[in-house]
C-alpha cells in the first residue's frame, strides 16, 4: 500500500515572492560573483516583483506572445 | 525674413523651394546658432562643418536650376547618435564603439537624404539608447535634465540649433525630452519607420520617432520616414497616406479620452493642474473630453516592459557585455546582467501582456479621436544624473500606439510642462490631425516664448 503513494500527483506549488528573489541572487551569484551578486539586489529585487505581477495577470490559453504589431495586409 | 534659424521646418523648406532661402544661407544660421548654445547646452557629439556646408552648395546650386531633391530640400536635421550615417562616426553613446565609422546609413538617415535633407550632425544620447545620461543639459535650466534618451536632439531643437531631429523610443525617449525641453515628440506606431541601422536597445519595443518645434514639421519628417522596408521584419506595409495634406484639412477631435487613475496618482500637483486646464481648454473649444477607464491588463505593464526591456536588451549585448564589461556604464551593466537571469517563460508572459495591452487599448480607442494625459509626471527634475522618469510613455512603447508630445505651458519654476495624446495603431493621420488642433486651442509655442528670454 505504501508503494501507491508515489503515483498521488502533488499540486505543482507556485513560486513565492522570496523563492524568486533566491533563484535570481543564486543564478547571479554563479555568473557574476557574490560580491557582484549582493551590489544587485536592488535590481533583482524589482525584477522579482516584476515577475510576480506579470504572473498574476489572468491570461487565456489563447494569448499569444505578440512580438511585433501584425500588419493588415499580407507580406 | 527673419534669422533663417527661427524659422519651422516647414518655413525652411518652402522658403527653400521659393528661392527666398539659400541652403547655404540656411546651414550657415544654423551653425552661428550652434556656436552660440553649444557650449553650455552640450547637445552634439559630432558636428561635420565642411562636408555640411559642401552639401548645402551642391543644393544651392541645384535649386538655382530648379531641381529639387524632395520635399525636405536643403533642410538641416539633427541625427541622435544610435542612427548609422555611412562615414560619419557613430558612437551610440558608448566607449565600445567611439570610433565606430559605418559603412552604411541607417534607413531612417537614407530616407531623410532622400527626401533633400541634410544630416547636420550627430546629438549627443544615453549609452545605447538606456539610462546613463549624456552631458546634455536642459536649455530652460542648465541644471535641470533634458531627459532621455534622445538628450541632444530634443535640445537642439529646442534652441532652433536645428528645425527638426531623428529619435528613438523604448520607454519613453522620445516624448520624455520633448516634453522637458518644451518641444513636439511624435513616436509613431511601432514598424511605421524602420529600425534598420539603428543600435537597438530592445527589439520589439524600439520606435524611431522625430522631435520637432510644430506638429506640422513632425508630420513633414514622418512623410519620408514612414513605410516598409525589406531589411527591417517588423516594418509595416500598411499604406502611408501623406500626413503635410491631411493635416492642413485637419477637423475638430469629436472626442478625447482623459486618462486618470494612474497618471493623476504618480503627477506632482501642478502637472495635474496643468492637465485639468488644457483638457478644460479643448472642451471650451468644442472637443467632448471624458474620463476613461484603463482596461485590466494596465496593472502590469510596466512590469512587463521591464521584463521584456531586460531579456531584449540582454540578448543585444551578451558578447560584447562578456568581453569587456567594465566598458559598459552601471544602469545598462544592471540591465544587461538582470536580463540574463530572467526565465524564458516569464519573459514570453511579459509578451502575452503586451499582446492582451493592446488588444484591449485597441477597442478602448475606437470610441475616442486620442486619449489624453500628462506626457510626464513632473517637469525636468534638477541635476544630470538622471533623465527622468519613463513611466508615462511606457504603456505606449509596449503597446505600440502612436503618441505625440505637445508643450502645455511652463511650470512654477519656469520649466516646460506637456500632454501626451495617444492614438490608434497606424492611425497617425488622425492622431496628428488632433494633435494640430489641440495645439491651436492651447497656443503655447514654447519655443517663440525660448527666442525671447
Not at chain 2, 521584463?307 to 558578447?319: D, G, L, M, N, P
Not at chain 2, 564589461?325 to 540574463?340: A, H
Request: charged share 25%; with cysteine.
Amino acid at each position: 500500500m505504501e508503494n501507491t503513494r508515489c503515483f498521488e500527483r502533488e499540486p505543482v506549488k507556485k513560486e513565492t515572492e522570496a523563492q524568486i528573489r533566491q533563484r535570481l541572487k543564486e543564478s547571479a551569484g554563479r555568473r557574476y560573483g557574490d560580491s557582484r551578486a549582493k551590489k544587485m539586489l536592488p535590481a533583482l529585487r524589482a525584477t522579482t516583483k516584476a515577475i510576480l505581477k506579470t504572473r498574476a495577470q489572468d491570461l487565456a490559453l489563447e494569448d499569444e506572445p505578440a512580438f511585433f504589431i501584425r500588419s493588415t495586409r499580407t507580406r | 525674413m527673419s534669422e533663417p534659424y527661427t524659422l519651422t521646418l516647414a518655413e525652411m523648406a518652402s522658403a527653400i523651394r521659393k528661392k527666398e532661402l539659400s541652403p547655404v544661407e540656411l546651414a550657415e544660421s544654423l551653425l552661428a546658432r550652434i556656436d552660440s548654445f553649444e557650449s553650455m547646452i552640450k547637445a552634439w557629439v559630432t558636428l561635420p562643418r565642411a562636408p555640411l556646408l559642401a552639401e548645402a552648395r551642391r543644393c544651392e546650386q541645384e535649386a538655382f536650376r530648379g531641381k529639387f531633391r524632395g520635399p525636405l530640400h536643403g533642410v538641416p536635421i539633427g541625427v541622435k547618435d544610435i542612427f548609422y550615417t555611412a562615414g560619419m562616426r557613430t558612437t551610440g553613446g558608448s566607449k565600445i564603439f567611439k570610433n565606430f565609422f559605418p559603412d552604411f546609413d541607417s534607413t531612417a538617415v537614407a530616407r531623410l537624404k532622400k527626401a533633400g535633407a541634410l544630416i547636420l550632425g550627430k546629438t549627443a544620447t544615453t549609452e545605447f539608447a538606456m539610462a546613463d545620461p549624456a552631458p546634455t543639459c536642459n536649455p530652460w535650466n542648465a541644471a535641470h535634465t533634458p531627459g532621455g534618451s534622445s538628450s541632444g536632439s530634443a535640445a537642439a531643437v529646442a534652441t532652433s540649433m536645428c528645425p527638426g531631429a531623428l529619435g528613438s523610443q523604448t520607454g519613453g525617449s522620445v516624448l520624455r525630452p520633448a516634453a522637458f525641453c518644451g518641444i513636439v515628440g511624435l513616436k509613431p506606431t511601432a514598424g511605421r519607420i524602420s529600425r534598420y541601422g539603428v543600435f537597438p536597445l530592445a527589439y520589439t519595443l524600439d520606435h524611431v520617432g522625430v522631435l520637432t518645434r510644430t506638429v506640422e514639421d513632425a508630420a513633414l519628417l514622418l512623410n519620408p520616414l514612414a513605410g516598409f522596408d525589406f531589411h527591417d521584419p517588423a516594418s509595416s506595409r500598411e499604406p502611408v497616406p501623406d500626413y503635410g495634406r491631411l493635416l492642413r484639412s485637419a477637423r475638430r477631435p469629436l472626442r478625447i479620452g482623459l486618462v486618470r487613475a494612474f497618471y493623476q496618482k504618480n503627477s506632482t500637483k501642478e502637472v495635474w493642474k496643468n492637465i485639468e486646464e488644457a483638457a478644460g481648454k479643448f472642451s471650451r473649444a468644442g472637443a467632448r473630453v471624458e474620463e476613461m477607464e484603463m482596461p485590466p491588463s494596465f496593472a502590469a505593464v510596466h512590469d512587463a516592459h521591464q521584463i521584456i526591456q531586460s531579456v531584449e536588451a540582454a540578448s543585444f549585448h551578451e558578447r560584447l557585455f562578456e568581453k569587456d564589461p567594465d566598458l559598459y556604464r552601471p544602469k545598462l551593466r544592471e540591465l544587461i546582467e538582470t536580463g540574463l537571469l530572467i526565465p524564458g517563460v516569464d519573459y514570453l508572459r511579459a509578451q502575452k501582456i503586451k499582446g492582451r495591452f493592446r488588444r484591449e487599448m485597441d477597442v478602448v480607442l475606437r470610441n475616442y479621436d486620442c486619449l489624453l494625459s500628462p506626457a510626464t509626471s513632473s517637469s525636468a527634475p534638477k541635476g544630470l544624473a538622471s533623465t527622468g522618469n519613463p513611466w508615462f510613455q511606457v504603456p505606449w512603447s509596449l503597446s505600440g500606439h502612436p503618441t505625440v508630445g505637445l508643450p502645455s505651458g511652463l511650470d512654477s519654476r519656469g520649466l516646460p510642462l506637456a500632454v501626451q495624446l495617444i492614438g490608434g495603431v497606424w492611425g497617425e493621420e488622425r492622431l496628428l490631425a488632433a494633435a494640430r488642433w489641440c495645439e491651436e486651442v492651447l497656443r503655447i509655442p514654447l519655443y517663440r516664448i525660448f527666442f525671447n528670454r
